[in-house]
């Protein structure tokens, strides 16, 4: 004889999972967060770096992502940049 699960059952499986994935975003948010942070800084120290933008500029590479722009931008407002 097979045993048969209830239907409530699976709904009930069904909304604890998703209880436990709604109570995890927050936790998966600020490591999204503390990871973008760390990207932003690498980026940073590369855009204010003068030897990666003339290998940029060796290697035809104008543009850069949307998400990069204002970084981009700042870092070169200190540094003078050839275009």
Same mark, same amino acid.
Not at 3 to 16: E, H, I, T, Y
Not at 20 to 37: E, F, I, S
Not at 48 to 61: K, Y
Not at 62 to 72: D, E, G, N
């Given at each position: ?21 709604? *109570? ?15 990207? %932003?800084? !690498?980026? #940073? $120290? ?9 290998? *940029? ?15 981009? %931008?700042? !870092?070169? #407002? $200190? ?5």
């Amino acid at each position: 004889m097979k045993r048969r699960r209830a239907r409530s059952s699976k709904k009930a499986v069904l909304q604890s999972r998703r209880v436990t994935y709604a *109570l995890a975003l927050p936790v998966r948010g600020n490591a999204v967060a503390r990871q973008w942070q760390t990207l %932003e800084q !690498v980026f #940073r $120290e590369l855009f204010a770096d003068e030897n990666f933008l003339t290998l *940029l500029e060796a290697e035809s590479m104008t543009m850069v992502p949307q998400k990069f722009q204002a970084l981009f %931008e700042e !870092v070169s #407002r $200190e540094h003078e940049i050839r275009k």
